[in-house]
């Protein structure tokens, strides 16, 4: 995956699509999740933190979890004195983070990650008590969203398996919410917006 997203880095934000996705996705998690100047939250999949920047102001601080180098730097380049995001390179399934947070977001990563139950175990673990998850990925879709699939391990997901994999690590309050279509000229594409609490 990391290949991948490192050689896209510089021309990451240049899609309006991209960047309207990115908002509707953060208004769906501030109407969804009670956002508080007291939370520090982890940004999972933060790229150059499209949705991490929209979060930040809603937050005491935003950790933004990522694997390529090159796609954090673009975030660097975006930080300042009054908004920022604080950049980790690392996989945090292999290499959780030492601390433990009040939520977690993620926009548009889910389908890169193999191992899912692993994934949520790990996330469980890594969040406090009445923590939350807000999880915004592909509807189960036919392959046909990405040009390139080889970094892609699931194409969308169902939304009673999807939510039995997070029941099982834990999670309660399930909710799953279609809250935005991604228009292609080969196809119109659901994203869901998963919300759980620990």
Not at 80 to 100: A, E, F, G, H, V
Not at 178 to 186: A, E, S
Request: proline content about 3%; glycine content about 6%.
């Amino acid at each position: 995956m990391q290949n991948s997203f490192q050689k896209r880095a510089d021309i990451w934000d240049k899609s309006s699509r991209r960047l309207n996705g990115a908002k509707k996705i953060a208004d769906a998690i501030i109407k969804t999740i009670p956002l508080h100047k007291e939370m520090e939250i982890i940004d999972f999949g933060t790229g150059t933190g499209l949705l991490g920047f929209l979060i930040a102001p809603k937050v005491k601080q935003v950790h933004g979890v990522d694997t390529s180098s090159k796609m954090l730097k673009k975030l660097q380049e975006k930080n300042s004195i009054k908004l920022s995001i604080k950049p980790y390179c690392q996989d945090i399934i292999k290499q959780p983070l030492n601390q433990k947070f009040d939520a977690l977001i993620s926009s548009m990563t889910l389908h890169h990650i193999e191992d899912l139950e692993l994934f949520f175990e790990t996330i469980y673990n890594s969040l406090k008590e009445n923590s939350f998850i807000a999880i915004a990925d592909l509807v189960l879709e036919n392959g046909s969203f990405h040009s390139d699939n080889s970094d892609v391990f699931h194409f969308g997901f169902d939304e009673n398996i999807l939510s039995n994999i997070v029941q099982k690590a834990g999670f309660k309050n399930i909710y799953f919410e279609v809250i935005n279509t991604i228009n292609k000229p080969h196809g119109d594409f659901d994203i869901f917006l998963l919300s759980a609490k620990k």
